[in-house]
C-alpha cells in the first residue's frame, strides 16, 4: 500500500458532528444589499414587540381564549424573496396603502384562523385537532376581517409617526405565489411572529412596503456641513453648563502655619470688608459681585464684569 493510499481515508472521513451546537447562518447576497441598518432595525423591532402585546390582548378579547404574540424578526428584504419563503397554501390579507402602489401583507395559517373562528362561534379546538387549510367561507372570512381591522388598529399605534400612510384590511388570497401585493423588487419590511391561541401556535408574517416606513426613519448617519462650524461650536458652548464661585482674596500662609491650625483657629484675610467678592470661572475671574440674599439663600450682585479677549 502507498502511502497515498495510506492517508486518503483519513482525509476523507467526514468530521464528528457536534449535536445541540447547530448554528443559524443567514445567507447574504451582496448584490442586493438589502439589510437594514441597526438603528433601524432597533426602532422596527421596538414597535413591532408593542405590535405583538397588542395584537394578543385583541386576540384574547375576541377569540376568548388566552393568546400571545411574540416578534421573532424584522428584516428587509425584496417581495418576491417573501413571497417565496411562504408556503404554497396559506391565508394572506392584502391591506391597501393610500397612495402607494403596493400592498402590504398578514400571512397565516388558514387553519389556525379556521381555529379562532370556532372559538369566536363557541367552539373548542385541541393541539390534537387537525383542520384543513381551505379558504373561508364568507361568514368566516368576516369575522377574520373583523381580526384583521383589530390588528391594523393595534399596528397604527404601536408604530406611531413610522406609519403615517392610512392603511385598511382588503381582499383576501391564498396562494402566495399568485399574491401580487407588490412588484417583485420591491423592498418590504418583514416582521415574524408566532401566535399562539390557546394549545395551538402557528407563525405568520406582515409585510409592509419599506417606501412607507424608511423615510420616517430618518438617516442613518446624519451628517451637517463645515460652513458654519464656527456658529455650531458657539452655539454648543453657549449650552455647555459651567460652576460659578465668588471667592475671596487668598491668604497666604506658611506651611508650618497650616499644619498647626486646631479647631477655633482664626485666619486672617487680606480682602477688605467693604471690597465685592471675585467672580470666577473655571479659577479665572470674570467680575465682581456682592454679597445679597434672594428669600432664604445667599446671592451675589453682580457689580462689575470683566472682558477678556481670547
Given at each position: 500500500m502507498?502511502?497515498?493510499d ?9 468530521a464528528?458532528?457536534r449535536?445541540?451546537s ?7 447576497d ?8 441597526r438603528?433601524?432595525s ?15 390582548t385583541?386576540?384574547?378579547a375576541?377569540?376568548r381564549v388566552?393568546?400571545q404574540?411574540?416578534?421573532d ?21 392584502l391591506?391597501?396603502l393610500?397612495g ?9 395559517s ?8 370556532t372559538?369566536m362561534?363557541g367552539?373548542?379546538?385541541h ?12 361568514i ?6 373583523r ?9 397604527r399605534y404601536?408604530?406611531?409617526s ?5 392603511i ?7 396562494n402566495?405565489?399568485f399574491?401580487q401585493a407588490a ?5 418590504m419590511?418583514?416582521?415574524s ?5 390557546g ?6 408574517t ?21 460652513q458654519?462650524s464656527?456658529?455650531?461650536i ?5 449650552s455647555?453648563?459651567v ?12 506651611p508650618?502655619?497650616?499644619l498647626?491650625l486646631?479647631?477655633?483657629?482664626l485666619?486672617?484675610?487680606?480682602h477688605?470688608?467693604?471690597r465685592?467678592?471675585?467672580?470666577t ?9 456682592a ?6 439663600r445667599?446671592?451675589?450682585?453682580i457689580?462689575?464684569?470683566?472682558e477678556?479677549l481670547?
Amino acid at each position: 500500500m502507498t502511502l497515498l493510499d495510506q492517508t486518503a481515508p483519513s482525509v476523507l472521513k467526514p468530521a464528528p458532528t457536534r449535536t445541540g451546537s447547530a448554528r443559524s447562518i443567514e445567507v447574504y447576497d451582496f448584490r442586493r444589499p438589502t439589510t437594514l441598518a441597526r438603528e433601524h432595525s432597533r426602532v422596527l423591532e421596538l414597535g413591532f414587540e408593542t405590535f405583538a402585546r397588542q395584537w394578543g390582548t385583541q386576540l384574547t378579547a375576541k377569540v376568548r381564549v388566552l393568546s400571545q404574540v411574540t416578534c421573532d424578526q424584522v428584516e428587509m428584504t425584496t417581495y418576491d424573496d417573501f413571497a417565496a419563503s411562504l408556503p404554497a397554501t396559506t391565508a394572506m390579507v392584502l391591506c391597501p396603502l393610500e397612495g402607494v402602489s403596493a400592498k402590504a401583507v398578514i400571512q397565516f395559517s388558514s387553519a389556525a384562523a379556521l381555529g379562532w373562528v370556532t372559538h369566536m362561534l363557541g367552539g373548542n379546538t385541541h393541539a390534537s385537532t387537525v383542520l384543513p387549510e381551505r379558504k373561508f367561507t364568507p361568514i368566516e372570512q368576516a369575522l377574520v376581517r373583523r381580526l384583521m381591522d383589530d390588528a391594523l388598529e393595534d399596528l397604527r399605534y404601536s408604530l406611531g409617526s413610522l406609519l403615517v400612510t392610512p392603511i385598511s384590511v382588503g381582499g383576501f388570497q391564498y396562494n402566495s405565489q399568485f399574491a401580487q401585493a407588490a412588484a417583485k423588487s420591491d423592498l418590504m419590511i418583514v416582521a415574524s411572529f408566532e401566535i399562539r391561541v390557546g394549545e395551538l401556535a402557528t407563525p405568520a408574517t406582515l409585510a409592509l412596503p419599506a417606501e412607507i416606513l424608511l423615510p420616517q426613519l430618518g438617516e442613518t448617519n446624519p451628517t451637517s456641513t463645515a460652513q458654519n462650524s464656527s456658529e455650531l461650536i458657539d452655539a454648543q458652548l453657549a449650552s455647555v453648563p459651567v460652576d460659578v464661585a465668588l471667592q475671596f482674596l487668598p491668604a497666604q500662609m506658611r506651611p508650618t502655619a497650616v499644619l498647626d491650625l486646631a479647631v477655633g483657629d482664626l485666619i486672617s484675610l487680606p480682602h477688605p470688608a467693604h471690597r465685592p467678592l471675585d467672580m470666577t470661572v473655571g479659577g479665572i475671574s470674570v467680575g465682581r459681585a456682592a454679597v445679597g440674599a434672594n428669600g432664604s439663600r445667599l446671592a451675589g450682585i453682580i457689580v462689575t464684569t470683566e472682558e477678556r479677549l481670547a
